[in-house]
């Protein structure tokens, strides 16, 4: 599948912003989904997944009760809300589909090793 995230910019600390993207290629309703970032000079990171019906959801610590994931697969797309944003919060988010090669049933996925199809990410700067 391919993935088009957009929604990145610049922010003040407690500021919000709302992360987009849409997938093409193969049907995204099949696919848990997720969404990672990394910050400048980090690792990749787990952020949030939900599963491909949307039922189920799941969250790194740090963004419980500051995110929230959902999809719109009549859309095509997976969303991302930002609230509460902290300067920790700074690096660029990547969407990412489970590979369909992987029965996860209706379960949201957090091991990056399943995901196998990856956005070009779009850059979250939180200033303080």
């Known amino acids: 599948v391919q993935l088009q995230a957009s929604g990145g910019g610049l922010v003040q600390s407690g500021g919000s912003l709302n992360l987009s993207c849409v997938a093409s290629?193969?049907?995204?309703?099949?696919?848990?989904m997720g969404w990672f970032r990394q910050a400048p000079g980090k690792g990749r990171e787990y952020v949030a997944s939900?599963?491909?019906?949307?039922?189920?959801?799941r969250y790194e610590d740090s963004v419980k009760g500051r995110f929230t994931i959902s999809r719109d697969n009549a859309k095509n797309t997976l969303h991302l809300k930002m609230r509460s944003l902290r300067p920790g919060d700074t690096a660029v988010y990547y969407c990412?589909?489970?590979?369909?090669?992987?029965?996860?049933?209706?379960?949201?996925?957090?091991?990056?090793?399943?995901?196998?199809?990856w956005g070009q990410g779009t850059l979250v700067t939180v200033s303080s």
């Open positions: 939900i599963s491909k019906t949307g039922r189920n959801t």
């Open positions: 290629g193969r049907t995204f309703s099949d696919s848990p």
């Open positions: 990412a589909a489970v590979g369909d090669r992987y029965y996860v049933g209706d379960s949201a996925i957090r091991t990056e090793s399943y995901f196998t199809d």
